[in-house]
T-cell receptor, first 113, second 116 residues
Framework: GENVEQHPSTLSVQEGDSAVIKCTYS??????FPWYKQELGKRPQLIID?????GEKKDQRIAVTLNKTAKHFSLHITETQPEDSAVYFC????????????FGQGTRLTINP | GAVVSQHPSRVICKSGTSVKIECRSL??????MFWYRQFPKQSLMLMAT?????????EQGVEKDKFLINHASLTLSTLTVTSAHPEDSSFYIC????????????FGPGTRLTVL
């Protein structure tokens, strides 16, 4: 089955700097890669996603890149703000199959003012 | 649109009792619903996938007789934790999918279960 590895587990950056979180996946059949932001005790919130037919997607300060050959994808947050502090999860799924999401281990991002 | 609710938001029960958690898609019909469990400071782990009108598919290591899932309609799935024990204490989250080529899953707000 699919296995998703996420790094780093914790990340601390100065406000205004950029943050990058990386994930690798194992199943070449996976074709959907969402990123979620989760605050303590809350539901995961989709912040951006990418499908396998696209190499990069951007939404304001957030971007995701996908390298299908290497089976890795990354989240980039620019001009970080204190409210970006949260736990971020990557995930992978195969939309042609059971559409199960397999999550990475999570990254606790702290933005220091 | 695409709102998913869960009830209750938190529950405390005694060891050995059963607890039912409801997951509803409020403004769409969900062909598939998923149940996840999240222990403190850990990731979401898929427990089972349920499709309306059919038996749930459980992930390896998840006891189907302990975690009963019923998906009776396109807008409601229930998870019953039977004979709950302290180690079942966790954050349970459901999600719902439109299916049919729609990739996104919509998550409920979660249920915090504490077993004493």
């Amino acid at each position: 089955g699919e296995n998703v590895e996420q790094h780093p587990s914790t990340l601390s950056v100065q406000e205004g700097d950029s943050a990058v979180i990386k994930c690798t996946y194992s199943d070449s059949a996976s074709n959907y890669f969402p990123w979620y932001k989760q605050e303590l005790g809350k539901r995961p919130q989709l912040i951006i996603d990418i499908r396998s037919n696209v190499g990069e997607k951007k939404d304001q300060r957030i971007a995701v890149t996908l390298n299908k050959t290497a089976k890795h994808f990354s989240l980039h947050i620019t001009e970080t703000q204190p409210e970006d502090s949260a736990v971020y999860f990557c995930a992978a799924s195969n939309s042609q199959g059971a559409q199960k999401l397999v999550f990475g281990q999570g990254t606790r991002l702290t933005i220091n003012p | 649109g695409a709102v998913v609710s869960q009830h209750p938001s938190r529950v405390i029960c005694k060891s050995g009792t059963s607890v039912k958690i409801e997951c509803r898609s409020l403004d769409f019909q969900a062909t598939t619903m998923f149940w996840y469990r999240q222990f403190p400071k850990q990731s979401l782990m898929l427990m089972a996938t349920s499709n309306e009108g059919s038996k749930a598919t459980y992930e390896q290591g998840v006891e189907k007789d302990k975690f009963l899932i019923n998906h009776a309609s396109l807008t409601l799935s229930t998870l019953t934790v039977t004979s709950a024990h302290p180690e079942d204490s966790s954050f349970y989250i459901c999600s719902a999918s439109l299916g049919g080529g729609f990739y996104e899953q919509f998550f409920g707000p979660g249920t915090r279960l504490t077993v004493l």
